[in-house]
């Protein structure tokens, strides 16, 4: 089984600053692509930024200039840092990750998800 374990969100005023940090745990060969996503109450999740094992990334657009997605892999953790928070940043953010087992399955998991409120 693997664990992911998020941290790093917050209260924050707009225009203000947070890094989310994610650390897989378990027995697993490798990751793959690992990335954020968020969702807002009453909306339906939403891609935020996605990175792959060579360090390749994709953002949303709402995202681009403001976040940076990056990894660790000898710590098996990716981070988002967010940079000129908006209050329409407000969601629970949750972290993916592609999951390459020693059975050479390949399996998603999610993180918790941790909340990060922007006021205005």
């Known amino acids: 089984q693997v664990q992911l374990v998020e941290s790093g969100g917050g209260l924050v005023q707009a225009g203000g600053s947070l890094r989310l940090s994610c650390a897989a745990s378990?027995?697993?060969?490798?990751?793959?692509?690992m990335g954020w996503y968020r969702q807002a109450p009453g909306k339906q999740r939403e891609l935020v930024a996605t990175i792959t094992s060579g360090g390749s990334t994709n953002y949303a657009d709402s995202v681009k200039g403001r976040f940076t997605i990056s990894r660790d892999n000898a710590k098996n953790t990716v981070y988002l840092q967010m940079n000129s928070l908006k209050p329409e940043d407000t969601a629970v953010y949750s972290c993916n990750a592609a999951i390459v087992y020693y059975s050479g399955a390949h399996r998603g998991s999610w993180g918790q998800g941790t909340q990060v409120t922007v006021s205005s």
């Open positions: 378990g027995s697993f060969f490798s990751i793959n692509a």
